[in-house]
């Protein structure tokens, strides 16, 4: 096949537009192909015809023969479009790409050779914090204390805003980056010049830095979350590789019945896909129902991609895409490509077309979503809204709803701050920072096993022991001059928060009129619940405002607090004091319900033990009861003025009155208006200083940025490959352990290695902020490897936390602490681990971190797809065991030196490798690992030391 004679000519109104028409593939029955199986198929073709050699006609070939019933096993070749990051992810790849300028430089390149080849939108969304909240100052309050804990990074990516090509960055207090990319930047069909001078059409795809990425495949765009190296990689015009797709059907039928939300079918349908295993595959949805969902209704599905395993979820392009894109403003001529290529290409769906052949199939009737949550600890434990009171007395043994003291073994192990490991994990978004008022004192939060210094010693503070559970109760507490009752079960935070939600105009408008009609009843919320709205856009507060709805969410303490991720992300702010203490002192049962889109235990505040997923609505039903264990459906939220109960279907608005001030309210100009000007930010933003010149100017005295040691000595030809030999063990780790245990986003406790070098430069601890927004500097980072409060490494068993032995000797040590020494001694490391090793967020530090500390190899049981990636991307090579054999099962216990054979010589795609185990006797044993590297360029990038270092030399021999 050629792929260049599959070109050909789109006519849109009077412009003409060159596009890769898909017949040119070779496949006939193409109606019968999957949506996303014809987006990946236009990716692959068009690269072909570009002659750059990334993509051949056999993979395009590979790809048009796709079976639905036989996959095959090959690794296809992926471009995106464009590449879309946030903050905490994103800063770290513009200090890789500051630092590869530097690195081209030494080379004797031309270090402007290191742009972007694809367009970048950075947005600023994952740094503001609940740090005031249930006031009209809150929000600005809110921004100033993100630019004081902040300000340095932004100047970075100001700096970047004018050092790279076809880079952008929405400056922060604007929108949450997935909701700004649905309402904005995604433009389904896309058009660049050709070197023809033609204008190309052709899908809109991407990937971002972030798991929720896929929220814009309600849109009929194609993308979704990967590491920060795949996306460097991808930015820098390098192709990302996938397994042949697996597409599962999803076929919705009939209508939401009255009184069901999106939320609820989000849910049902999170339930579903987690429990049929969707983890690696692409979801697509077809069937009658779509036509009865907004896009916006789409997105909220789409946005939870990661919390039900797929890789996507995608609705195809239909005439309700068209209606969301006018709505949103789009230009109209937007508007016509759309439609046209996609018709032209059979990429439009209707009613009354043909079915496409799918791997797998399931499917819902819509009618039998019921209002529903999810929790108390995972986005895929739906609990229908009259089973709840049962549903947290069961989660925690409770009886009597929590007002009897429940035994100290009845509260269920916590599963760590900022745990997120369950069965078939998946990439995840950051869950950042909290610290509490006594950490800003210098206190370390509870838990941290800081054991040593540079010095060998016994663990003064180990930390929290495996085991140690507390108590449950009640007690009386005051604040600002009222007394009142807190006990288990209490709701202490209510969010509305998170792109999951807000970017649904039906349950923010039902929010809305839900808090009007309470407020008219003369309900309030009770003190003690920490109210918060954090939308994902401003066109959010700019609708809700017009319709007269901002000022009863006010009234019950929902006022604007930013415009960010916040709670969503574990940026909850501090609780009330006399709240917090009340808490951790009687070990109470605290409760969050927030419309985010994840509730690990821990994740949404260190306080709260229980976290239940909501729409916009039942956040403010919770909020006004101020406990989670009652059934809404019977028992009021409330009395009235008049001392009358009200309930909640008293005061729940009806759909009729939703969808008229949505039809009313939310329209094209709303979003033309709160857009005009999202790249320009406030005057802090434009008050930052910007260094000059194409070079960043490297602040020694800096412990936010640092050119980071990636590419120091790098030649133009890789060093041969030798044989890792005589390695030790860091740590043994078990099943589903995360990127988060790996290398955290949390607090920065100032007893750690990390709290002791900022301490040395003078950073008081209240101004530590914490390791996600310090992944500019490697020497904040390196020192964060490992240092999980809730890791266990089976070399230091009885603790939990930052702890090893340094072999053969075994003294105990902070992991960071013990690399230092081991690289003194010129000891390689490795690490032993479990099942799905890397689960969680999509974190590029999880491989960096271990990296800078000396492991030059893992070998885990199964990895989690991104970071065996990026794992790979950093020259640490991911061998597995062999299939039914384990550490345990091998008598491996960690105290070994370990040599692995063979990559001296002719190194292949998943090559079998010895690995030579030697005991502290003497005794030397043989075992057998699969090199990971899945492919052809994987041995390439492990080769040249990992892929940035591959893309280094191209650059600077070009």
Same mark, same amino acid.
């Given at each position: 096949?050629?792929?260049?004679?599959?070109?050909?000519?789109?006519?849109? %109104?009077? =412009?003409?537009?060159?596009?890769?028409?898909?017949?040119?593939?070779?496949?006939?029955?193409?109606?019968?192909?999957?949506?996303?199986?014809?987006?990946?198929?236009?990716?692959?073709?068009?690269?072909?015809?570009?002659?750059?050699?990334?993509?051949?006609?056999?993979?395009?070939?590979?790809?048009?023969?796709?079976?639905?019933? @036989?996959?095959?096993?090959?690794?296809?070749?992926? #471009?995106?479009?464009?590449?879309?990051?946030?903050?905490?992810?994103?800063?770290?790849?513009?200090?890789?790409?500051?630092? #590869?300028?530097?690195?081209?430089?030494?080379?004797?390149?031309?270090?402007?050779?290191?742009?972007?080849?694809?367009?970048?939108?950075?947005?600023?969304?994952?740094?503001? @914090?609940?740090?005031?909240?249930?006031?009209?100052?809150?929000?600005?309050?809110?921004?100033?204390?993100?630019?004081? =804990?902040?300000?340095?990074?932004? *100047?970075?990516?100001?700096?970047?805003?004018?050092?790279?090509?076809?880079?952008?960055?929405?400056?922060?207090?604007?929108?949450?980056?997935?909701?700004?990319?649905?309402?904005?930047?995604?433009?389904?069909?896309?058009?660049?010049?050709?070197?023809?001078?033609?204008?190309?059409?052709?899908?809109?795809?991407?990937?971002?830095?972030?798991?929720?990425?896929? #929220?814009?495949?309600?849109?009929?765009?194609?993308?979704?979350?990967?590491?920060?190296?795949?996306?460097?990689?991808?930015?820098?015009?390098?192709?990302?590789?996938?397994?042949?797709?697996?597409?599962?059907?999803?076929?919705?039928?009939?209508?939401?019945?009255?009184?069901?939300?999106? &939320?609820?079918?989000?849910?049902?349908?999170?339930?579903?896909?987690?429990?049929?295993?969707?983890?690696?595959?692409?979801?697509?949805?077809?069937?009658?129902?779509?036509?009865?969902?907004?896009?916006?209704?789409?997105?909220?599905?789409?946005?939870?991609?990661?919390?039900?395993?797929?890789?996507?979820?995608?609705?195809?392009?239909?005439?309700?895409?068209?209606?969301?894109?006018?709505?949103?403003?789009?230009?109209?001529?937007?508007?016509?490509?759309?439609?046209?290529?996609?018709?032209?290409?059979?990429?439009?769906?209707?009613?009354?077309?043909?079915?496409?052949?799918?791997?797998?199939?399931?499917?819902?009737? /819509?009618?039998?979503?019921?209002?529903?949550?999810?929790?108390?600890?995972?986005? @895929?434990?739906?609990?229908?809204?009259?089973?709840?009171?049962?549903?947290?007395?069961?989660?925690?043994?409770?009886?009597?709803?929590?007002?009897?003291?429940?035994?100290?073994?009845?509260?269920?192990?916590?599963?760590?701050?900022?745990?997120?490991?369950?069965?078939?994990?998946?990439?995840?978004?950051?869950?950042?920072?909290?610290?509490?008022?006594?950490?800003?004192?210098?206190?370390?939060?509870?838990?941290?096993? !800081?054991?040593?210094?540079?010095?060998?010693?016994?663990?003064?503070?180990?930390?929290?022991?495996?085991?140690?559970?507390?108590?449950?109760?009640?007690? @009386?507490?005051?604040?600002?001059?009222?007394?009142?009752?807190?006990?288990?079960?209490?709701?202490?935070?209510?969010?509305? &928060?998170?792109?999951?939600?807000?970017?649904?105009?039906?349950?923010?408008?039902?929010?809305?009129?839900?808090?009007?009609?309470?407020?008219?009843?003369?309900?309030?919320?009770?003190?003690?619940?920490? &109210?918060?709205?954090?939308?994902?856009?401003?066109?959010?507060?700019?609708?809700?405002?017009?319709?007269?709805?901002?000022?009863?969410?006010?009234?019950?303490?929902?006022?604007?607090?930013?415009?960010?991720?916040?709670?969503?992300?574990?940026?909850?702010?501090?609780?009330?004091?006399?709240?917090?203490?009340?808490?951790?002192?009687?070990?109470?049962?605290?409760?969050?319900?927030?419309?985010?889109?994840?509730?690990?235990? %821990?994740?949404?505040?260190? /306080?709260?033990?229980?976290?239940?997923? *909501?729409?916009?609505?039942?956040?403010?039903?919770?909020?006004?009861?101020?406990?989670?264990?009652?059934?809404?459906?019977?028992?009021?939220?409330?009395?009235?003025?008049?001392?009358?109960?009200?309930?909640?279907?008293?005061?729940?608005?009806?759909?009729?009155?939703?969808?008229?001030?949505?039809?009313?309210?939310?329209?094209?100009?709303?979003?033309?208006?709160?857009?005009?000007?999202?790249?320009?930010?406030?005057?802090?933003?434009?008050?930052?200083?910007?260094?000059?010149?194409?070079?960043?100017?490297?602040?020694?005295?800096?412990?936010?940025?640092?050119?980071? +040691?990636?590419?120091?000595?790098?030649?133009?030809?890789?060093?041969?490959?030798?044989?890792?030999?005589?390695?030790?063990?860091?740590?043994?780790?078990?099943?589903?352990?995360?990127?988060?245990?790996?290398? +955290?986003?949390?607090?920065?406790?100032?007893?750690?290695?990390?709290?002791?070098? /900022?301490?040395?430069?003078?950073?008081?601890?209240?101004?530590?902020?914490?390791?996600?927004?310090?992944?500019?500097?490697?020497?904040? #980072?390196?020192?964060?490897?490992?240092?999980?409060?809730?890791?266990?490494?089976?070399?230091?068993?009885?603790?939990?936390?930052?702890?090893?032995?340094?072999?053969?000797?075994?003294?105990?040590?902070?992991?960071?602490?013990?690399?230092?020494?081991?690289?003194?001694?010129?000891?390689?490391?490795?690490?032993?681990?479990?099942?799905?090793? %890397?689960?969680?967020?999509?974190?590029?530090?999880?491989?960096?971190?271990?990296?800078?500390?000396?492991?030059?190899?893992?070998?885990?049981?199964?990895?989690?797809?991104?970071? =065996?990636?990026?794992?790979?991307?950093?020259?640490?090579?991911?061998?597995?065991?062999?299939?039914?054999?384990?550490?345990?099962?091998?008598?491996?216990?960690?105290?070994?030196?370990?040599?692995?054979?063979?990559?001296?010589?002719?190194?292949?795609?998943?090559?079998?490798?010895?690995?030579?185990?030697?005991?502290?006797?003497?005794?030397?044993?043989?075992?057998?690992?699969?090199?990971?590297?899945?492919?052809?360029?994987?041995?390439?990038?492990?080769?040249?030391?990992?892929?940035?270092?591959?893309?280094?030399? !191209?650059?600077?021999?070009?």
């Amino acid at each position: 096949m050629d792929p260049a004679a599959a070109r050909g000519v789109l006519t849109v %109104g009077d =412009r003409r537009f060159g596009y890769y028409r898909l017949e040119g593939a070779g496949r006939t029955d193409l109606e019968r192909l999957p949506f996303t199986v014809k987006v990946l198929l236009e990716n692959m073709l068009r690269h072909a015809a570009s002659g750059a050699g990334l993509v051949s006609p056999h993979d395009v070939q590979a790809l048009a023969a796709w079976d639905p019933d @036989q996959p095959g096993e090959c690794e296809l070749p992926f #471009m995106p479009a464009r590449v879309i990051l946030q903050d905490f992810t994103g800063v770290p790849c513009i200090v890789d790409l500051a630092a #590869m300028r530097d690195a081209v430089a030494a080379m004797g390149g031309d270090p402007a050779r290191v742009n972007p080849l694809v367009p970048v939108d950075l947005v600023i969304d994952h740094s503001v @914090q609940v740090d005031q909240y249930g006031s009209q100052a809150a929000f600005l309050i809110n921004v100033e204390r993100e630019y004081e =804990r902040n300000g340095e990074r932004y *100047a970075l990516l100001r700096w970047a805003q004018q050092a790279f090509n076809r880079f952008r960055v929405v400056p922060p207090g604007t929108g949450i980056v997935h909701q700004v990319n649905l309402e904005f930047l995604a433009d389904v069909v896309t058009s660049r010049e050709a070197e023809s001078g033609e204008p190309l059409a052709f899908p809109d795809t991407l990937v971002g830095t972030d798991s929720h990425t896929t #929220m814009v495949n309600g849109l009929g765009v194609l993308g979704w979350g990967v590491g920060g190296i795949e996306a460097e990689a991808a930015l820098l015009g390098q192709p990302l590789y996938q397994p042949m797709p697996q597409v599962i059907g999803f076929r919705l039928d009939g209508q939401l019945p009255v009184g069901s939300t999106a &939320t609820d079918l989000v849910l049902y349908v999170t339930e579903m896909l987690r429990g049929h295993g969707v983890v690696g595959k692409f979801v697509e949805f077809y069937g009658p129902g779509l036509s009865r969902l907004s896009v916006a209704d789409r997105a909220t599905i789409s946005n939870m991609s990661p919390e039900f395993g797929a890789t996507a979820t995608v609705f195809p392009i239909d005439d309700e895409t068209l209606r969301y894109l006018r709505m949103t403003g789009r230009r109209a001529e937007v508007v016509d490509r759309v439609e046209a290529y996609a018709k032209a290409q059979g990429l439009f769906r209707t009613d009354d077309g043909v079915e496409p052949r799918f791997s797998e199939s399931l499917g819902l009737d /819509l009618g039998e979503i019921r209002p529903s949550l999810a929790g108390p600890r995972r986005p @895929q434990d739906r609990v229908a809204l009259p089973d709840l009171p049962h549903n947290f007395r069961a989660a925690f043994d409770l009886t009597d709803a929590g007002r009897r003291e429940a035994a100290p073994e009845a509260m269920p192990p916590m599963q760590g701050a900022i745990d997120e490991a369950s069965e078939g994990s998946f990439p995840a978004s950051d869950p950042p920072s909290y610290t509490r008022d006594r950490d800003k004192a210098g206190e370390s939060p509870a838990g941290e096993a !800081r054991i040593g210094g540079g010095a060998a010693q016994p663990a003064a503070a180990p930390g929290r022991r495996v085991g140690q559970q507390g108590r449950l109760g009640k007690v @009386q507490v005051e604040m600002d001059g009222t007394t009142f009752e807190l006990r288990s079960g209490a709701v202490v935070i209510a969010a509305i &928060t998170s792109c999951t939600n807000t970017s649904n105009a039906s349950v923010m408008v039902a929010a809305g009129l839900l808090a009007r009609n309470a407020v008219a009843r003369g309900l309030r919320t009770p003190p003690w619940v920490k &109210t918060s709205l954090a939308p994902g856009s401003r066109a959010v507060t700019d609708y809700l405002g017009a319709a007269g709805l901002m000022e009863p969410l006010e009234a019950l303490g929902f006022n604007l607090v930013g415009y960010g991720c916040t709670t969503c992300i574990g940026n909850s702010g501090p609780l009330a004091e006399p709240i917090a203490q009340a808490i951790e002192a009687n070990d109470l049962l605290g409760v969050a319900v927030l419309s985010g889109n994840r509730n690990f235990e %821990g994740r949404i505040h260190p /306080l709260v033990r229980a976290s239940y997923l *909501a729409s916009p609505p039942l956040v403010v039903a919770f909020a006004l009861t101020g406990r989670i264990d009652m059934d809404l459906d019977r028992e009021p939220l409330g009395l009235d003025r008049d001392g009358q109960p009200v309930r909640l279907a008293d005061i729940w608005p009806g759909a009729a009155e939703v969808a008229e001030i949505v039809a009313e309210r939310v329209r094209s100009e709303v979003f033309t208006r709160s857009y005009a000007s999202v790249f320009d930010g406030d005057e802090r933003w434009a008050g930052l200083p910007v260094p000059p010149g194409d070079r960043y100017a490297w602040d020694p005295e800096s412990t936010y940025v640092a050119r980071p +040691p990636f590419f120091e000595g790098v030649t133009s030809e890789p060093a041969p490959i030798s044989d890792i030999e005589g390695a030790r063990v860091l740590a043994v780790l078990g099943d589903s352990v995360t990127t988060d245990h790996i290398s +955290p986003a949390g607090a920065i406790a100032r007893t750690s290695p990390a709290g002791g070098w /900022l301490t040395e430069r003078g950073v008081e601890p209240r101004d530590f902020n914490s390791y996600g927004s310090r992944r500019g500097h490697h020497e904040v #980072m390196v020192r964060g490897t490992f240092a999980n409060i809730r890791l266990r490494n089976g070399l230091t068993p009885d603790v939990e936390g930052n702890a090893t032995e340094h072999l053969p000797g075994g003294e105990r040590m902070s992991i960071f602490d013990a690399a230092e020494r081991y690289a003194a001694e010129h000891t390689p490391l490795i690490v032993l681990a479990g099942k799905e090793y %890397g689960s969680g967020s999509s974190r590029d530090w999880a491989a960096k971190g271990p990296f800078l500390q000396g492991v030059r190899a893992v070998i885990a049981e199964s990895y989690e797809r991104i970071h =065996r990636s990026n794992l790979v991307g950093m020259g640490v090579l991911p061998l597995q065991f062999l299939p039914g054999e384990t550490a345990a099962s091998l008598g491996l216990t960690g105290h070994e030196r370990y040599t692995i054979r063979g990559l001296a010589e002719r190194l292949t795609p998943r090559q079998r490798l010895e690995v030579e185990v030697t005991d502290d006797d003497g005794r030397t044993r043989s075992i057998t690992a699969i090199a990971r590297l899945d492919g052809p360029i994987d041995v390439t990038y492990y080769r040249n030391g990992g892929v940035l270092h591959t893309v280094l030399r !191209r650059l600077a021999s070009a």
